[in-house]
């Protein structure tokens, strides 16, 4: 009886660490499913390697990143620092990082974390080219 109780204390003790030390907030997962031309007018950066485009898909948006002409990474428009904040992220103008105009996290175009509060990389979508269309998915 005795075992089963400290067992069950043991249990209850390491159910709640988890919660407790999951503090990071959460992303809202939000079915993306987006296609577009890389080579259309609406999308000129996506013309060179480091361009960019927004997209309004994902929970607060995409932000499309042309590694070069085969190339494309996507990521969420949201700060991984603090998700619920209004804020959604830009293209820094000297083209060279990702930030968030409000707690001011930085990410590199490759969603790694380089300055800031923020601890984790940015949500990444998958991306496929086939041809000059671009598919967006999770």
């Known amino acids: 009886m005795r075992t089963k109780l400290i067992l069950f204390i043991l249990s209850i003790l390491a159910f709640s660490c988890n919660n407790s030390n999951n503090n990071s907030p959460v992303i809202p997962n939000v079915p993306v499913n987006a296609q577009i ?81 923020a601890i984790s990389a940015l949500r990444q979508y998958r991306t496929s080219l086939v041809a000059s269309t671009l598919y967006i998915t999770n």
């Open 37 to 117: 031309s890389v080579n259309s007018q609406l999308y000129p950066d996506l013309l060179q390697d480091g361009g960019y485009a927004y997209l309004p898909d994902g929970y607060n948006g995409i932000i499309v990143v042309r590694q070069n002409a085969g190339s494309y990474l996507a990521f969420e428009r949201t700060c991984t620092y603090d998700p619920s904040s209004d804020c959604v992220l830009e293209v820094d103008q000297s083209r060279l990082y990702i930030t968030d105009p409000c707690c001011g996290s930085q990410y590199n175009l490759q969603g790694q974390v380089i300055g800031g509060p």
